[in-house]
């Protein structure tokens, strides 16, 4: 059975630090990985995708990387700012079958001024 | 795109009373996906439409909850009777193809069942 797991739960970090956020999951067959953004209140953003035979994907300050040999992917966020704190997710889409993604409990991340 | 549509955002009701949530999802995407999420079992997968067919509806909790995709633009979760352990918010999303691209979620419903 596919394991999301995400550390740390929560993070708090002054502005401008480089920021990396861990996912690993226990099952190596996956068709894509997908982090997600959620602010209080609000729907989940997609930020990355990630098709498992990439290793990386590149929006503005974000990069995700993927190594799905050993389970994980990275959410790296360059020179973060306040505008950047929300919950951050990722989740797998397991091998064959369609869209029924398996989520991570997320990253809270706060960056104060 | 307007983005996935969803209402109503809010709703607070008494148990034992019907529940309907709807979604509109993005013009062209042909998958649907109703989720729910609590602080306790964070996103949980309710179920999944293609091409509006029910394909997996093995997330849905019990009897109480139904769903339904008339046409490519609208779907509906109702939840009869509703108890208070249904109080979550959920979420529908979309996708194009057959359900194995990019996810696009809703802002959500969320629901306080009293």
């Known amino acids: 059975k596919q394991e999301v797991t995400q550390i740390p739960a929560a993070l708090s970090v002054p502005e401008g630090e480089n920021l990396v956020l861990n996912c690993s999951f226990t099952d190596s067959a996956i068709y894509n990985l997908q982090w997600f953004r959620q602010d209080p209140g609000k729907g989940l953003t997609s930020l990355l995708l990630?098709?498992?035979?990439?290793r990386e994907q590149t929006s503005g300050r974000l990069n995700a990387s993927l190594d799905k040999s050993s389970g994980r992917s990275t959410l790296y966020i360059a020179a973060s700012q306040p505008g950047d704190s929300a919950t951050y997710l990722c989740?797998?889409?397991?091998?064959?079958?369609?869209?029924?993604?398996?989520f991570g409990a997320g990253t809270r991340l706060a960056v104060h001024p | 795109d307007a983005g996935v549509i969803q209402s109503p955002r809010h709703e607070v009701t008494e148990m034992g009373q019907e529940v309907t949530l709807r979604c509109k999802p993005i013009?062209?995407?042909?998958?649907l996906f109703w989720y729910r999420q609590t602080m306790m079992r964070g996103l949980e997968l309710l179920i999944y439409?293609?091409?509006?067919?029910?394909?997996?509806d093995s997330g849905m909790p019990e009897d109480r909850f139904s769903a339904k995709m008339p046409n490519a633009s609208f779907s509906t979760l109702k939840i009869q009777p509703s108890e208070p352990r249904d109080s979550a918010v959920y979420f529908c999303?979309?996708?194009?193809?057959?359900?194995?691209?990019?996810?696009?979620f809703g802002e959500g419903s969320r629901l306080t069942v009293l």
């Open positions: 989740a797998v889409k397991p091998s064959g079958g369609y869209n029924k993604l398996i």
């Open positions: 999303a979309s996708s194009l193809g057959s359900g194995t691209g990019e996810l696009f």
């Open positions: 439409f293609n091409n509006n067919v029910p394909i997996d």
């Open positions: 990630i098709q498992s035979s990439q």
């Open positions: 013009s062209g995407h042909n998958s």
